[in-house]
Nanobody, 124 residues
Framework: QVQLAESGGGLVQAGGSLRLSCAAS????????MAWFRQAPGKEREFVAG????????YYADSVKGRSTISRDNAKNTVYLQMNSLKPEDTAVYLC?????????????????WGQGTQVTVSS
């Protein structure tokens, strides 16, 4: 059974930082591209960042580019999202996803597997 377990969310003041983690199990982790999405109340789910299977390519939404870094550790079956200079508009549930390619996930908003999400709240 595939599981993607996010952690690291919380309440932070504007300008602060958080590091999200997503631990994967039940799948061949290095065979999947990984991505982070987010969904705020009343809004559609949006792509945040993605990383290729071996971590050689990364992709970011314009809204987080320059403030966030996605990385992965295939030995630990874990993907990370470091978020800096957080803004209130970053408040959302952040979901981890595994799919064949980052491009496909970012365009279709679909993935082979999804985590349950972790709440990030940024206060002004």
């Amino acid at each position: 059974q595939v599981q993607l377990a996010e952690s690291g969310g919380g309440l932070v003041q504007a300008g602060g930082s958080l590091r999200l983690s997503c631990a994967a199990s039940g799948l061949e982790f290095s065979s999947y591209a990984m991505a982070w999405f987010r969904q705020a109340p009343g809004k559609e789910r949006e792509f945040v960042a993605g990383i290729s299977r071996l971590g050689t390519s990364t992709y970011y939404a314009d809204s987080v580019k320059g403030r966030s870094t996605i990385s992965r550790d295939n030995a630990k079956n874990t993907v990370y999202l470091q978020m800096n200079s957080l803004k209130p508009e970053d408040t959302a549930v952040y979901l981890c996803a595994a799919g064949l390619t980052v491009q496909a996930m970012s365009v279709t908003q679909r993935a082979n597997y999804w985590g349950q999400g972790t709440q990030v709240t940024v206060s002004s």
